[in-house]
């Protein structure tokens, strides 16, 4: 089994910075891929971004140039930094695992952007 927990998340004025962490526990193999998913109110669960374990990334178009996925292999954390944060993102954000098919969700951490 794999648990995830996430940290980070708070309320911040729009423009404003947060960085999100994950740390994953658990039996963690090598080949796998991590990332960031939030859900607002109302809306379905998205793609925030995702790496690889070699580091190739993915970001949606909606954060691209502000979001940096990062992850150490090491420790088996994934980070999220965002950065010029807006209203729009406010959600519960979800780390993610999945590796060989397995999925594997974090508990979720608020983000709140204020205007």
């Known amino acids: 089994q794999v648990q995830l927990v996430e940290s980070g998340g708070g309320l911040v004025q729009a423009g404003g910075s947060l960085r999100l962490s994950c740390a994953a526990s658990g039996s963690i193999f090598s080949l796998n891929v991590m990332g960031w998913y939030r859900q607002a109110p109302g809306k379905q669960r998205e793609l925030v971004a995702h790496?690889?374990?070699?580091?190739?990334?993915n970001y949606a178009d909606s954060v691209k140039g502000r979001f940096t996925i990062s992850r150490d292999n090491a420790k088996n954390t994934v980070a999220l930094q965002m950065n010029s944060l807006k209203p729009d993102d406010t959600a519960v954000y979800y780390c993610k695992l999945v590796q060989f098919g397995n999925v594997f969700w974090g508990q979720g951490t608020q983000v709140t952007v204020s205007s």
């Open positions: 790496i690889t374990s070699s580091g190739s990334t």
